[in-house]
């Protein structure tokens, strides 16, 4: 597990994560997206080494099935 390449990932923001949703839309770090009925954010996991979508009940949606999730908002951007 590469804790350093974690919190520099975090840093970084809303980065593109060269994946889309179902619907086309580019997703970034830190990208709120719906999957199967429920809430996860877009962040890189230190143990898969990938972006994931994560959710506060600790499931996560791995980058494959990123694309079919729905885009709602990103959490940094400005």
């Keep these: 597990m590469n804790i350093s390449k974690f919190q520099q990932t975090l840093k970084q923001g809303a980065i593109p994560i060269n994946q889309q949703d179902r619907n ?12 199967q009925e429920g809430s996860y954010i877009i962040i890189w996991h230190p143990i898969e080494e990938e972006f994931v979508g994560s959710s506060a009940t600790g499931r996560c949606v791995s980058f494959s099935d990123l694309a079919n999730v729905t885009y709602v908002k990103n959490l940094k951007r400005k």
């Design 24 to 35: 086309g839309i580019g997703l970034r770090q830190f990208d709120e997206v719906h999957y």
